[in-house]
């Protein structure tokens, strides 16, 4: 098990950028592949972005590729979701989860507390 925090979420003009940071404790962290996962209201949860275990290995759903960057240091526990180009529909409650490689959300089962993103057009 780990422990998530996840940092940078805000309000952001369309066309701006945010990078969001999701911290973990625990001596594990370089064993899961971690995701970003967002929810807006009314909606359920959706996959974003996974980076592998060691970074070499990424997924970013389409609507955000080109536009979003997932990236992880291990040394300092902490995956960054780079977010440029931001639009109205990419406000979302953001959240980072830890698990084995997957696109799913029924494949975490360890899970910050979200960060708001917030997009005005």
């Known amino acids: 098990q780990v422990q998530l925090v996840e940092s940078g979420g805000e309000l952001v003009q369309a066309g701006g950028s945010l990078r969001l940071s999701c911290t973990a404790s625990?001596?594990?962290?370089?064993?899961?592949?971690m995701a970003w996962f967002r929810q807006a209201p009314g909606k359920g949860r959706e996959f974003v972005a996974v980076?592998?275990?060691?970074?070499?290995?990424?997924s970013l759903t389409d609507s955000v590729k080109g536009r979003f960057t997932i990236s992880r240091d291990n040394t300092k526990n902490t995956v960054w979701l780079q977010m440029n180009n931001l639009t109205p529909d990419a406000a979302a409650v953001y959240y980072c989860?830890?698990?084995?490689?997957?696109?799913?959300?029924?494949?975490?089962?360890?899970w910050g507390q979200g960060t708001q993103v917030t997009v005005s057009s």
């Open positions: 989860a830890a698990a084995s490689y997957s696109t799913t959300v029924t494949a975490y089962d360890n």
């Open positions: 625990g001596r594990t962290f370089s064993t899961y592949a």
């Open positions: 980076v592998s275990w060691n970074g070499g290995t990424k």
